[in-house]
């Protein structure tokens, strides 16, 4: 059964106190790994896809990283605005059309 | 700007009521999905369509039930709601090349059952 997990639940950074949010998956045959971004209230907004172990992809001041077995989201010297919940998913080993999401880490950052 | 829209963000029902939310994309996506979020859980798939009149069933889909006539509308059914189903849907869509993994959401119907 496809698996993925996300740590911490919740993160509560102070603003400039960088950190990494960690996604561990279980599925068979990885077909890439998606990283999205949630503000409360709406809908999840797409971030990044990787797609094999070695592979980085950054925005501003978030860069997610991936291994065999688990990705990372790094967030380097964060603001107010990052503070969100953050998703990671997979494509299902059954459907390619089908995602498997963890269940976020919510983050939250002080001025 | 890509929009995906769903039709009401709150409501409030009554146990048994038949409950419709209904979903528009304007990207001309084959796809569309329906999540529901809850707490804890994630978003788990209820149903996707890959074309119109075609469904297939996620990983909760038992009291509900879909609908898609055109391309661009993707409707949840809810025959019977209760107090279990309070939760938070989601509507995506996606034109869906392999792996790209960008789901498109709309902003949720937060349903309450009463």
């Known amino acids: 059964e496809d698996q993925v997990t996300q740590s911490p639940e919740a993160l509560r950074l102070q603003e400039g106190e960088s950190s990494s949010l960690n996604c561990s998956y279980t599925v068979s045959g990885l077909r890439g790994l998606f990283w999205y971004r949630q503000d409360p209230g709406k809908g999840p907004e797409f971030l990044f896809t990787?797609?094999?172990a070695g592979e980085e992809k950054e925005k501003e001041r978030l860069k997610a990283t991936l291994t065999k077995k688990e990705s990372f989201l790094h967030i380097t010297a964060p603001k107010p605005e990052d503070s969100a919940t953050y998703l990671c998913a997979v494509p299902s080993s059954g459907s390619a059309r089908q995602l498997t999401f963890g269940s976020g880490t919510q983050l939250t950052v002080l001025p | 700007d890509v929009k995906v829209t769903q039709s009401s963000r709150y409501l409030v029902k009554r146990t048994g009521e038949k409950v419709f939310l209904e979903c528009v994309q304007d990207?001309?996506?084959?796809?569309m999905f329906w999540y529901r979020q809850d707490p804890g859980l994630g978003l788990r798939l209820i149903y996707f369509?890959?074309?119109?009149?075609?469904?297939e069933k996620g990983d909760i889909p038992e009291g509900y039930s879909v609908s898609r006539e055109k391309k661009e509308r993707f409707s949840l059914i809810l025959e019977s709601a209760s107090t279990n189903q309070t939760s938070m849907y989601l509507c995506a869509s996606t034109s869906w090349t392999p792996n790209t993994g960008e789901l498109f959401f709309g902003e949720g119907s937060r349903l309450t059952v009463l």
């Open positions: 990787l797609y094999s």
């Open positions: 990207m001309d996506h084959e796809n």
């Open positions: 369509s890959y074309d119109v009149k075609m469904k």
